[in-house]
């Protein structure tokens, strides 16, 4: 049973607008949250991260939001850029996990010019 | 080099031959993993490496060994592989204990095996 989903498999955003991604979990342990990004022949980089003390971070154009009673994440990127089309990975992970991550199924952003 | 290192980047094997993947990371981490990612599926966590120790094996079969013979270096051999093994392997590396639980990837190595 996956803890961690993604349950759109792709999304396609025009230029310029915001895209959202989602992402939920089912553990109430977790206390840290990722977000990676992948790029075809490339690994996951590291993109922003959230603790669970808190329901917002934002990093320039890159914002996570985290709403703990719905056990829901998303992240949101504003302006889209055609450079922001790749996978997306939501990760959590708890401090009994030995700093391990599950991770979601990903979901591919396509951003049109 | 710098960050995470993999090589081969594609390899190709039949069921019957024995290879192996090698990763190397140039971040002075403590802790280094292997990642299964099959097509539209999560990262499968495969092994976990702290300090040289290996401190997790999510019940991957026999027919993958891992073998870490220092903290910057991390293999993976491989033998009579079926062709569901078939998948993007990836290294991580990170330092433990971090309050960031930040996991540093290489590219992978895109294996096939016929």
């Known amino acids: 049973d996956q803890q961690v989903k993604q349950n759109s498999p792709s999304l396609s955003v025009q230029e310029g607008r915001i895209s959202i991604l989602n992402c939920d979990y089912t553990?109430?342990?977790?206390?840290?949250f990722l977000w990676y990004k992948k790029y075809p022949a490339e690994g996951p980089t590291f993109l922003i991260s959230?603790?669970?003390i808190k329901d917002k971070n934002e990093d320039g154009r890159f914002t996570v939001f985290l709403n703990k009673s719905a056990k829901h994440l998303s992240l949101h990127i504003v302006p889209s850029q055609p450079g922001d089309s790749a996978v997306y990975f939501c990760a959590a992970s708890d401090w009994d996990s030995n700093y391990q991550l599950i991770w979601g199924a990903g979901t591919k952003l396509i951003i049109k010019p | 080099e710098t960050g995470v290192t993999q090589t081969p980047r594609h390899l190709v094997m039949g069921m019957t031959n024995k290879k192996s993947l090698k990763c190397e990371q140039h971040l002075g981490h403590n802790a280094m993993y292997w990642y299964k990612q099959s097509a539209k599926k999560p990262l499968e966590l495969m092994f976990v490496?702290?300090?040289?120790?290996?401190?997790e094996n999510n019940s991957v079969p026999s027919r993958f060994s891992p073998e870490c013979p220092n903290s910057s270096h991390l293999f993976l051999h491989l033998h009579t592989l079926q062709p569901e093994d078939s998948a993007l392997y990836l290294c991580?590396?990170?330092?433990?204990?971090?309050?960031?639980?930040?996991?540093?990837f290489g590219p992978g190595t895109r294996l096939t095996v016929t």
């Open positions: 991580a590396s990170s330092q433990v204990p971090d309050s960031s639980y930040e996991q540093y």
């Open positions: 959230i603790s669970s």
């Open positions: 553990n109430s342990m977790f206390d840290y």
């Open positions: 490496y702290n300090f040289k120790e290996q401190t």
